[in-house]
């Protein structure tokens, strides 16, 4: 599979997280080896809320605390994505929450490259609420190594957070200037001021999820004249409560008024949902279409990042 991807013959998958995709056999066989049990909650269900659906990494992640499982899992990420008919494809994942055995930043984001085996671009992601400096060591990790593609903030702002979306503004800056692409999870069924600050102050290029776009028309115009991809993740919007059904998603909207916007399926475990299948319930939105799906697809393969060789 070639993450240049092969026009739209094929689907890209920009957004999908290594520690919500695992293989629904390799997580049993790693509870197995580990003796422990997987927890009847563990998938994500309607309205949950994003908080507990972030809880739910958790178990997850304890799984993944050595390199040659996190090489493994990157693997088999390809492999599904491939079956999936993904011809363009991106996987993100924290590096820094999979270190708790001794392994090094470096050892765990090659570990993951090696897993990928230059079929998908890797972007690293820091997290709401962790101090700068960590989004600046990413950076540095992400420099010389051209397998990764980007930066990310994921998860979501709470009030016991010290630092803002706005701390992360010089990680962001340094992180173009190393040629890495830019990507933000911002209005997630939170106020699109979200948005705003992520391009304008972070310099993003995409937007993850986004969903409360339409709310200020100021703001639609800028990610029109910005050429800001919107990453919509209709599935894992229900599950986070940012909408009640995926049908109520805005992207037929977004495409009506030149937003660029693609789709992908977030977590493919967690949501029990892969790119085929979300590519699919993207197209029974009221107002989609056959033409704007093409449209969505289109712009998931243009809006790939890539870095100079």
Known sequence: MSREGHGPRGLPDLHRHLDGSLRRETLEQLVAQAGRAVPHDLEFSPGMGLEAALERFAFTLSLLQTPAVVRRVAAEICEDARAEGVTTLELRFAPQLHGRRGASLEEVVDAALAGLAGRAGLILCGLYGEPPAILERLV??????????????????????????????????????????????????????????????????????????????????????????????????????????????????????????????????????????????????????????????????????????
Not at 152 to 171: E, V
Request: hydrophobic share 40%; proline share 8%; charged share 20%.
């Open 140 to 309: 540095d990790v992400a420099a010389p190594r051209p397998g990764v593609v980007g930066l990310d903030l994921a998860g979501g702002p709470a009030p016991s957070h010290r630092w803002g979306l706005l701390d992360y503004a010089g990680a962001f800056r340094r992180a173009r200037l190393h040629g890495l692409g830019r990507t933000v999870h911002a209005g997630e069924g939170r106020p699109p001021a979200e948005i705003r600050v992520a391009i304008e102050q972070l310099g993003a290029q995409r937007i993850g999820h986004g969903t409360t776009l339409l709310e200020e028309p100021a703001l639609v115009e800028l990610v029109r004249a910005r050429g800001v991809t919107i990453e919509a993740c209709p599935t894992s919007n229900v599950h986070t409560g940012a909408l009640k059904s995926p049908r109520e998603h805005p992207l037929p909207r977004w495409l009506e008024l030149g937003v660029r916007a693609c789709v992908a399926p977030d977590n493919t475990l967690l949501s029990r949902v892969n790119a085929r299948e979300e590519h699919a319930r993207a197209l029974e939105i009221p107002g989609m279409t056959p033409t704007k799906l093409r449209l969505a697809i289109a712009h998931g393969h243009a809006a790939a990042f890539r870095r100079a060789s």
